[in-house]
């Protein structure tokens, strides 16, 4: 075990449940380095997590206080969870592309709208990969997958204009961005400067699947061919896909805990309008 696994993993689930050369260890690492620089101990932290791979992985290994909701209800938790706890726990989400952009939307929407103060780390492996690789919103255009033989069809939420987070963005949240677990440094920036909001938050970061995006789609299981494929496809100077700080609009809107205690505050008063 190295350092950071040390400092944030229950020893006897380590590695976890992923499938060998999943890209979903690297993205937990992405966040786990963003912790550690921000000097965040477990104690300072309350993971929560969606369904699908990316829950299963995180529920498991991590060493502090948890919580999990399926299909959405998990920003639903965490806004309870942000009333009770002090301010300064910092409360972080992991969550997969078809909970959160498709299955969950709805609760992820009115929690950016709230600007309730979390951080969502979408872990998005381009589509239903724990359910066996079906197509989700995010597979891209064309793929063959369990569910789409002919190739994917339907309107991608990242490609060809449309974009789930400026949807995000029209609905509330302060800090989107979104990044590939192979941008090196820069998904480690995006979370600190999500952790260090006061409000909604969201870092998507995408990763390849190798056990049935890389059988179903490409044809391999090979982890070098897989890895390749996903460099060429979103790598620098590739254009599938949006990448960088989004949207920063951090501390411009009161956070949904603070505006709360204050209606409440002026409600006491007869003043609430
Ligand atoms: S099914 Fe795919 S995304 Fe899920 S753990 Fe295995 S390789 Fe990773």
């Given at each position: 075990m190295d350092r950071l696994a040390e400092k944030y993993f229950?020893?006897?689930k380590y590695p976890g449940t992923a499938c060998r050369g999943c890209g979903l260890r690297l993205a937990h690492r992405k966040v786990l380095e963003a912790a550690d620089e921000?000097?965040?101990e477990t104690e300072d932290v309350v993971w929560g997590t969606g369904i699908g791979c990316s829950g299963r992985q995180t529920f498991a290994t991590w060493k502090g206080d948890t919580f999990a909701g399926?299909?959405?209800q998990v920003y639903c938790l965490a806004t309870g969870l942000r009333l009770a706890l002090p301010p300064e726990k910092r409360i972080i989400i992991t969550a997969g592309d078809g909970d959160a952009f498709t299955i969950g939307f709805n609760h992820l929407l009115n929690a950016a709208r709230r600007n309730v103060d979390m951080t969502v780390i979408i872990c998005d492996n381009l589509g239903y990969q724990s359910t066996g690789g079906q197509y989700g919103l995010t597979t891209p255009g064309g793929a063959r997958t369990d569910s789409s033989p002919y190739g994917m069809w339907e309107p991608n939420w990242t490609e060809d204009g449309f974009d789930v987070l400026r949807i995000l963005k029209e609905a509330g949240a302060t800090f989107l961005a979104r990044?590939?677990?192979?941008?090196?440094q820069a998904p480690v920036e995006s979370i600190q400067k999500a952790l260090l909001n006061r409000g909604f938050s969201l870092v998507q970061l995408v990763y390849p699947c190798v056990t049935h995006f890389g059988v179903h789609s490409l044809g391999t299981r090979n982890l070098a061919e897989v890895y390749d494929w996903f460099r060429k496809r979103y790598g620098a100077g590739a254009d599938g896909l949006a990448t960088g700080i989004i949207h920063d609009a951090?501390?411009?809107r009161p956070e949904f805990g603070a505006r709360l205690r204050s209606y409440t505050e002026r409600a006491g008063k007869g003043d609430a309008a």
């Open positions: 229950r020893p006897e921000l000097g965040l399926t299909h959405g990044h590939t677990v192979l941008d090196g951090s501390g411009s």
